[in-house]
């Protein structure tokens, strides 16, 4: 994704809002997940680039517990979140419509969140200047991703929208990508406290993270 040219990068956003907008329009669909899986590392069988859509008939799992918080919250629950994380090490970038950061509670030896500074729910919602700033955040932070080591990083690239029904203000549109990736040589494995006990040991500090995926943006 990161390789392709301003206008097809372009396309494949719009690509992206209109099959949004025709899927939740869809009777009976709660959620619209666009994605990217990369690499052999986290387990794609089909080896040219590409993206997928699933629609679901349900709210999944980790979008249910995000809009619980912000229900539970009351207002302000993500814009809240972004100042926080805006404030601290751990800004990748920022612009004039979208910040990049390493969250807090980072679980990935890889990770960041690109969330917009308006309380937008999804594609469909975005402005041209929005959509302009993301065509060119997007292929910035991907790339960086790739310069951390010599070969190419596997990486799963997440698309959070709004569920149907919710708006913006109830859920944040926002993109996160994660890599197990944690050396040259080394991938980070789903152990016993993280697949016993669901609690996540990180090898690096969130801090430690931003500070190397910036020397590389």
Same mark, same amino acid.
């Given at each position: #994704? ?10 494949? +956003? ?7 907008? !025709? ?11 666009? #994605? ?5 590392? +986290?387990?794609?069988? @089909?080896?040219? *680039? ?7 008939? #349900? ?14 919250? $009351?207002? $302000? ?9 805006? &404030?601290?090490?751990? =800004? ?10 390493? *969250? ?10 690109? /969330? ?16 302009? !700033? ?13 310069? @951390? ?14 569920? =149907? ?12 990508? =994660?890599? *197990? ?5 080394? /991938?980070?494995?789903? &152990?016993?406290? !993280?697949?016993? /006990?669901?609690?996540? +040991?990180?090898?690096?500090? *969130? ?11």
């Amino acid at each position: #994704f990161s390789r392709l040219g301003d206008g097809r990068i372009d396309t494949v +956003i719009a690509a992206w809002a209109q099959r949004t907008e !025709e899927l939740k329009s869809l009777p009976g669909v709660k959620t619209v997940f666009p #994605f990217e899986n990369r690499g052999e590392d +986290i387990g794609v069988t @089909l080896h040219h *680039p590409h993206g997928q859509i699933y629609s679901y008939p #349900f709210i999944p799992p980790r979008t249910s517990q995000l809009l619980a918080s912000s229900q539970q919250h $009351g207002d $302000g629950f993500f814009q809240e979140y972004l100042d926080f994380e805006a &404030a601290s090490e751990r =800004t990748l970038w920022r612009g004039n419509h979208f910040s990049a950061f390493v *969250p807090f509670g980072a679980r990935w030896p890889i990770e960041f969140i690109l /969330m917009p500074h308006r309380n937008v729910g999804d594609f469909t919602e975005l402005s041209d200047e929005e959509r302009a !700033e993301l065509s060119e955040a997007l292929p910035q932070l991907i790339g960086a991703v790739d310069r @951390l080591y010599e070969s190419e990083t596997g990486y799963i690239a997440a698309w959070y929208q709004a569920p =149907t029904g919710f708006s913006g203000d109830e859920f944040r549109f926002h993109f996160r990508l =994660t890599s *197990p990736r944690r050396s040259e040589n080394k /991938m980070k494995l789903l &152990a016993g406290s !993280e697949t016993a /006990m669901g609690a996540f +040991i990180l090898d690096v500090r *969130p801090e430690e993270q931003a500070r190397r995926l910036r020397e590389v943006l």
